[in-house]
Nanobody, 124 residues
């Protein structure tokens, strides 16, 4: 089992920045692809970004390309999501997830472990 705990969410004005962190504990010796997802009220959960176990491969949703950066520190069992130039439409609950995979996974049904989520609210 792997436990994931997100932090770093909050309220920010449009154009501002936030950095989300996701700390993993438990069975972290396996190779995991890590992903960030988000879900806004009344909408389906969508992938934001994902990063392979090695960190060499990444994926970004078109809506966040050029604004968000995913990274990981395997020594600290932590993955990050740096969010810049935030827009009101980025408002959502952001979830960290882990998939047992060496490569990037973009389908949320393939993720095995999920955090509880952290709220990000961007005001206009």
């Amino acid at each position: 089992q792997v436990q994931l705990v997100e932090s770093g969410g909050g309220l920010v004005q449009a154009g501002g920045s936030l950095r989300l962190s996701c700390a993993a504990s438990g069975r972290t010796s396996s190779n995991y692809c890590m992903g960030w997802f988000r879900q806004a009220p009344g909408k389906e959960r969508e992938i934001v970004a994902a990063i392979s176990w090695s960190g060499r491969s990444t994926y970004y949703a078109d809506s966040v390309k050029g604004r968000f950066t995913i990274s990981r520190d395997n020594a600290k069992n932590t993955v990050y999501l740096q969010m810049n130039s935030l827009k009101p439409e980025d408002t959502a609950v952001y979830y960290c997830a882990a998939a047992v995979s060496l490569v990037v996974v973009t389908t949320y049904t393939r993720y095995d472990y999920w955090g509880q989520g952290t709220q990000v609210t961007v005001s206009s």
